[in-house]
Nanobody, 122 residues
Framework: QVQLVQSGGGSVQAGGSLRLSCAAS????????MGWFRQAPEKEREFVAG????????DYADSVKGRFTISRDNAKNTVYLQMNSLKPEDTAVYYC???????????????WGQGTQVTVSS
């Protein structure tokens, strides 16, 4: 059974940094695409950052480019999201997820972490 367990997150002032972690079990995630998504109140879940298994390429939502970095530690089967220069509009519940494909569409992801709240105050 695949499990994704998230840690990190919390509250920070604008301009601050946080790092999210997502530890996977039951799947060797280097063979799967990993994505980070977020969902703010009354908004749809949106793509934030992703790392494709096929070529280790990464991609980011325009709103986070240059501020967020996705990375992984294959030995720990863990993927990270380093978030710098945080803004109040980054406030959301963040989710990690894994997919057999290479898309950034949430519907293509079959396993999800439990979600973690990130709150950025101005």
């Amino acid at each position: 059974q695949v499990q994704l367990v998230q840690s990190g997150g919390g509250s920070v002032q604008a301009g601050g940094s946080l790092r999210l972690s997502c530890a996977a079990s039951g799947r060797t995630f280097r063979r799967y695409t990993m994505g980070w998504f977020r969902q703010a109140p009354e908004k749809e879940r949106e793509f934030v950052a992703g790392l494709r298994w096929s070529d280790s390429s990464t991609d980011y939502a325009d709103s986070v480019k240059g501020r967020f970095t996705i990375s992984r530690d294959n030995a720990k089967n863990t993927v990270y999201l380093q978030m710098n220069s945080l803004k109040p509009e980054d406030t959301a519940v963040y989710y990690c997820a894994t997919s057999r494909g290479t898309s950034w569409l949430p519907s293509e992801y079959d396993y999800w972490g439990q979600g973690t709240q990130v709150t950025v105050s101005s």
